[in-house]
């Protein structure tokens, strides 16, 4: 199966959890970071859910009302990104493709955070990320050391498959699902 197929019925099964089981399911993979969140502060970078995706809004709240520091995607052209810095959700804006962004001036460097959460079509046990086919993290990351930053997926379990990664996919190091933690 190719992986746009693959990444299609993966993106219809998450789209078939209702809004309240996704909410619900969101709420418990937030906590699962928070609790993970060490008692120094960290440079994370995480994303702005659209549609069906992990909605992280719980975990974002805490690190805005903490001393760690928030950072959000931003599409800068068809292959590139860049990480904005988050402090209040009065700074969000509608982006490229659909996607919240910040108005913040403020960015930082991919191999500069600490920690950086990804969204996904789907996962696999070995660690490996089906994107939404655009390739932007993949890039962004191919020049980072590896664990530079951690590289922590969220997804929801029914997101689980089994696929072959292409030689510039990027793993995961951490998968966070409702039901586990995965450490590579």
Partial sequence: MSKNTLRSQ??????????AARKALSDDISNRLIELLPNHSLRIGSYIA???????TPLHAKIMASSNRLYI???LSKTTMEMAALDT?????QGTYGIQTSTQDETIAMRALDWLIIPCSGFDRRGYRLGMGGGYYDRALENCPPETPVRIGVAFATQESEFEPDPWDQSFDWIITENEFIRR
């Fill in 10 to 19: 993966l993106i219809e099964k998450r789209n078939g959890l209702s809004v």
């Fill in 50 to 56: 659209l549609g069906s995706e992990v909605d992280l």
């Fill in 89 to 93: 959700v009065e700074q969000l804006t």
């Fill in 73 to 75: 995607p931003r599409i």
